[in-house]
């Protein structure tokens, strides 16, 4: 079994910073990628960053430039570093690990950006 934890959420500004952690603990052979995802009331799930074991990077068009996601894979552990936060980017983040062709999902983590 596999569990994926979140930290980091909060309340902050507009223009201000959040760091997300989330870590995957479990019976765990190879991550392929790690994932942040987010939901805001009334929309759909979003893929905001992701990352594959090999450091690929991708980025949704609404936060390249502002997020930047880091992964340790020895501590199967992916970051999530926010900058020039707006309030749109108000959501709750979801950390996904894709692993052998099976999606682990985290509770989530409330990020509120005020104006």
């Known amino acids: 079994q596999v569990h994926v934890v979140e930290s980091g959420g909060g309340l902050v500004q507009a223009g201000g910073s959040l760091r997300l952690s989330c870590a995957a603990s479990g019976i765990i052979f190879r991550i392929d990628s790690m994932n942040w995802y987010r939901q805001a009331p009334g929309k759909q799930r979003e893929l905001v960053a992701g990352?594959?074991?090999?450091?690929?990077?991708n980025y949704a068009d609404s936060v390249r430039g502002r997020f930047s996601i880091s992964r340790d894979n020895a501590k199967n552990t992916v970051y999530l570093q926010m900058s020039s936060l707006k309030p749109e980017d108000t959501a709750v983040y979801y950390c996904?690990?894709?692993?052998?062709?099976?999606?682990?999902w985290g509770q989530g983590t409330q990020v509120t950006v005020s104006s």
């Open positions: 996904n690990a894709y692993m052998g062709r099976q999606n682990y």
């Open positions: 990352i594959t074991g090999g450091g690929s990077r």
